[in-house]
């Protein structure tokens, strides 16, 4: 059975002994090359269960063990579902590490099949580490699929190139983000990866963990806020504070905010946001005050607004400063306001 102390202790020993037996310290060790000595190890140990997720016969996307990835840099850093996997410099608090080391009965050895990393790979992957985890020019795999591109529809097809042209655009001359600030964000509990690969710009989403986030959670993206492009936080407890925070991501493009607590006095601070194009506030309680603070955003193409305070007329005026604004007002598309609306009472209740 498995128990902290009984892994520390067993984790603790295999430490020693691999630095007692393994690399008794010889003064100044070679620096390792990840590419040509531990790359190889993942490879053959560890990508089956930790790389790009495979599809069932039934053609659904299994889900990757652990929720870690091993088989990019950024997948790495990003960790799995128990947080981090990774501290540069600091092997015993790398699961990357400590994982691989442990009593070979252990519940949580890894690999979780097969036999153990011999001692020279589980040195190697410790040096490595303790060095500072170097991955060299290495990036792997950098995430994100492109949303639908080989869907069969045009406007699809379209829709998907248009982003990636804006998202090549925004990321231009944008740096990626600082190690740190991925590993402080990450504490967010979100998924994040890279909206489209080899961008600096991310995605981020808390997909199957929305009664979990709160405002607290969005404060950890502030780390990387000017990365973030594009931000899903539908049917989470966040309020009106965590657009505060929203309200400085300056890259954002998309921002789903549907079915949260969030009012007229939050979506204010989204007006500096001029590279926004999707907006979902399905389900909030905002009203057409607030849509006023959205007359900034000249890029804005769609605004999502079922089941919310906001009336033909709000729209009405909304549009007349946004002529190029698709508003969703109610799901049926064909009944979108067409400028007389008379008649139609939107509010239920
Ligand atoms: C046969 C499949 C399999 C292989 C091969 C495998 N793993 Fe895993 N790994 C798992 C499963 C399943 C989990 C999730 C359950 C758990 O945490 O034990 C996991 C979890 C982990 C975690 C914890 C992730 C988190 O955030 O909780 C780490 C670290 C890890 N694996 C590292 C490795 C390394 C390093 C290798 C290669 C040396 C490897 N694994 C090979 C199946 C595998």
């Known amino acids: 059975m498995f128990t902290p102390s009984r892994t520390n202790t067993s984790v603790a020993l295999a430490l020693m002994l691999s630095a007692f037996f393994v690399f008794p310290?010889?003064?100044?060790?070679?620096?390792?090359?990840?590419?040509?000595?531990?790359?190889?190890?993942?490879?053959?140990?560890c990508f089956e269960c930790h790389g790009a997720p495979t599809k069932t016969s039934a053609g659904r996307k299994k889900r990757v063990k652990g929720?870690?990835?091993?088989?990019?840099?950024?997948?790495?850093?990003?960790g799995g579902d128990g947080g981090k996997v990774l501290s540069p410099q600091d092997a015993k608090r790398?699961?990357?590490?400590?994982?691989?080391?442990?009593?070979r009965e252990?519940?949580?050895?890894?690999?979780?099949?097969?036999?153990?990393?011999?001692?020279?790979?589980?040195?190697?992957?410790?040096?490595?580490?303790?060095?500072?985890?170097?991955?060299?020019?290495?990036?792997?795999?950098?995430?994100?699929e492109i949303p639908k591109a080989s869907s069969g529809k045009n406007s699809t097809k379209n829709d998907s190139?248009?982003?990636?042209?804006?998202?090549?655009?925004?990321?231009?001359?944008?740096?990626?983000?600082?190690?740190?600030?991925l590993i402080g964000a990450r504490d967010s509990m979100g998924r994040i990866v890279p909206a489209i690969p080899g961008s600096p710009l991310l995605r981020v989403d808390f997909i199957?963990?929305?009664?979990?986030?709160?405002?607290?959670?969005?404060?950890?993206?502030?780390?990387?806020?000017?990365?973030?492009t594009q931000l899903g936080l539908g049917r989470t407890r966040i309020t009106d504070e965590s657009l505060k925070v929203i309200g400085k991501m300056s890259r954002l493009t998309r921002l789903d905010l549907n079915n949260t607590e969030i009012s007229d006095?939050?979506?204010?601070?989204l007006s500096p946001l001029t590279e926004l194009r999707y907006l979902n506030l399905y389900g909030t309680s905002v009203t057409n005050q607030g849509l006023s603070a959205l007359s900034s955003l000249s890029n804005l193409?769609?605004?999502?607004?079922?089941?919310?305070?906001?009336?033909?007329?709000?729209?009405?005026?909304?549009?007349?400063?946004?002529?190029?604004?698709?508003?969703?007002?109610?799901?049926?598309?064909?009944?979108l306001p067409t400028g007389d609306g008379q008649g139609r009472r939107r509010r239920r209740r």
């Open 106 to 144: 252990d519940p949580d050895i890894m690999p979780a099949k097969g036999k153990p990393l011999s001692s020279k790979e589980t040195g190697l992957l410790r040096q490595w580490i303790e060095q500072g985890a170097d991955f060299g020019a290495w990036k792997g795999d950098t995430g994100a």
């Open 208 to 228: 199957s963990k929305e009664n979990k986030i709160q405002d607290v959670n969005v404060e950890k993206l502030a780390s990387v806020k000017g990365n973030i």
């Open 301 to 335: 193409r769609s605004l999502y607004l079922f089941e919310t305070q906001v009336t033909d007329e709000g729209t009405k005026q909304l549009q007349t400063k946004l002529p190029g604004l698709k508003i969703h007002l109610k799901p049926d598309l064909s009944s």
């Open 161 to 181: 190139r248009e982003l990636i042209q804006l998202l090549d655009k925004l990321g231009a001359k944008l740096p990626f983000p600082e190690q740190k600030a």
């Open 265 to 269: 006095a939050g979506v204010a601070h």
């Open 94 to 103: 790398s699961s990357l590490y400590t994982r691989t080391v442990l009593d």
């Open 25 to 45: 310290d010889r003064g100044r060790a070679q620096k390792i090359d990840f590419r040509n000595q531990v790359l190889p190890i993942l490879k053959s140990r």
């Open 67 to 78: 929720g870690l990835r091993l088989d990019g840099k950024g997948w790495i850093l990003l």
